[in-house]
């Protein structure tokens, strides 16, 4: 049996019931779309957390304080990490939620204190201004420097820097706004106001550190200062369960291992929608053998062989899944594109 007059054939019959033959490969169309459009946007996903975590350096470690509320871990204790061996940078972190006021503009928003260290060890930059300096720290100076998206809430699109914004009823100057940096892990910085850590623990209330971020010499070094962080936090918290030491590799790791099982677990459900099209292809040919047996008799009689029909038939099927693939394929890469 030659298959270009089969395949011809084949296209006949489809063009014949159009609407049927849609809907037999819609399943098709909508599980290949699906395959592409889920594993790209878990794939897509990795790569921006990835990204993100890479944005802080191979040499950064963070150590995370578990119940600030109730731990005495000040200032004057991160000082002490400063010294430790083969520490570059260290910026200790107080964050809590403040009111913010300019004018009759209202809002409820993250608030971090911090040093100027803050700054080269996060790779933040400022699109206005300038960013904490350690005469603002020393002096407990009312200065601020305001996310991108805390600008425009607060400000309305204009500029800010010199001008004066009230926390909790207090005025302080706008000394920087900061370009937007987006989101990563479900928190932005876009939306977080920054003020030294000295006038954050008036602002706040409180004096304890949630974490500290420590930038080593080198990469090569991060093993050896996350063993030293580690005994020097154990001398003040005397429970290794009050705090954690992480460094930006463990960070990724956890994270590529979330992402991959969550690209595995939406590749397979998509693959399921997929399975489902193949079986409707398989259930609309049978029925397709069903309602065409004079055809099939008529082409026995001239000297059809069973060969020649089940060919005739599988064709079909390949044409109607081919077709499908290729709209599904289509279709999956316009829904990554929107």
Known sequence: ????????????NIQTSKLRSFLTMLGIIIGVA??????????????????SINSLGTNVL??????????????????????VNGVKRVAPVISGRITAKNGTTSSTISVVGTTASYQKIKNIKVANGRFLADIDNELRLKTVVLGSSAASTLFSGENPVGQTVQLNGTSYKVVGVLQSSGSSMGSSGDDTIFVPLRTAEQLTGSNAISSVYVQAQSADQVSFVERQLNYALLSVFHDTDDYSVSNSQDVMDAMSDVQSTMSLLLGSIASISLLVGGIGIMNIMFVSVSERT???????????????????FLIEAVVLSALGGLIGVGAGFAAIKI
């Not at 049996?1 to 006949?12: D, N």
């Not at 026995?300 to 062989?305: D, L, S």
């Open 1 to 12: 049996m030659k298959l270009l007059p089969s395949f011809k054939l084949a296209w006949r």
């Open 294 to 312: 004079k055809e099939i008799g008529i082409r026995k009689a001239i000297g059809a062989k069973r060969k020649d029909i089940l060919v005739q």
């Open 62 to 83: 963070s150590v995370s304080v578990l119940d600030s509320d109730s731990s005495d871990f000040t200032a004057d204790d991160v000082n002490g990490l400063q010294k």
């Open 34 to 51: 699906s395959v592409i459009a889920l594993v790209s946007i878990g794939q897509s996903s990795s790569q921006s957390v990835n990204a």
